[in-house]
Antibody, heavy 120, light 107 residues
């Protein structure tokens, strides 16, 4: 059974750095083809993809946010960490992590429940 | 970045109606197109992957079609539990991108 869960602070101040952890089970990020992405959703708005780390440690970022984002994995702990620097109130959103597989065509087949992060 | 444009942004329909949502990509994405359903306060759930494949557990009244730049999601007979927001997403290349969403409400 695949599960993912986001953890981190619910409230951060402007200019601070946000660190979020995605802890997952039911798959391994050392398995070929596995990938974990971060996606966010401001209140009442659309989904926005942020970053992805692959089984081979390739990393990909949103074009508009890449200077502020860093993603990493800890395969032994089954965790993926996202950091976002210089937080602003417009970054207030629910942040999700989700799994995808290259063999599955890249769809996000399992999602965490999300964590609401407020910047104020 | 590949831009994904959904239409309409909002639709109001009756239970039992046939509903179609369109998603257009700014360049060809072959069939690297996926559809998600999101209910208020919940994480999105995968409905259709690779343009036309029904995700395990998704009701058969949902179907997807298209390739290249033009895609559709169809609900053959709208049910009360289908009132939600639907998003398309491309995985042809990174950065992954989503459409702006289509909110389906009860008429």
């Amino acid at each position: 059974q695949v599960t993912l869960k986001e953890s981190g602070p619910a409230l951060v101040k402007p200019t601070q750095t946000l660190t979020l952890t995605c802890t997952f089970s039911g798959f391994s990020l050392s398995t070929s083809g596995m990938r974990v992405s971060w996606i966010r959703q401001p209140p009442g708005k659309a989904l926005e993809w942020l970053a992805r780390v692959d089984w081979d440690d390739d990393k990909f970022y949103s074009t508009s946010l890449k200077t502020r984002l860093s993603i990493s994995k800890d395969t032994s702990e089954n965790q993926v960490v996202l950091t976002m620097t210089n937080m602003d109130p417009v970054d207030t959103a629910t942040y999700y992590c989700a799994r995808s597989r290259s063999a599955g065509g890249g769809n996000l087949d399992y999602w965490g429940q999300g964590i609401l992060v407020t910047v104020s | 970045d590949i831009q994904m444009t959904q239409s309409p942004s909002f639709l109001s329909a009756f239970v039992g109606d046939r509903v179609t949502i369109t998603c257009r990509a700014s360049q060809s994405i072959t069939t690297f197109l996926h559809w998600y359903q999101q209910k208020p306060g919940r994480a999105p759930q995968l409905l259709i992957y690779s343009a036309s494949s029904l995700q395990t557990g998704a009701p058969s009244r949902f179907s997807g079609s298209g390739s290249g730049t033009h895609f559709t999601l169809t609900i053959s007979s709208l049910q009360p539990e289908d009132f939600a927001t639907y998003y398309c997403q491309q995985s042809y290349n990174t950065p992954l991108t989503f459409g702006q969403g289509t909110k389906v409400e009860i008429k």
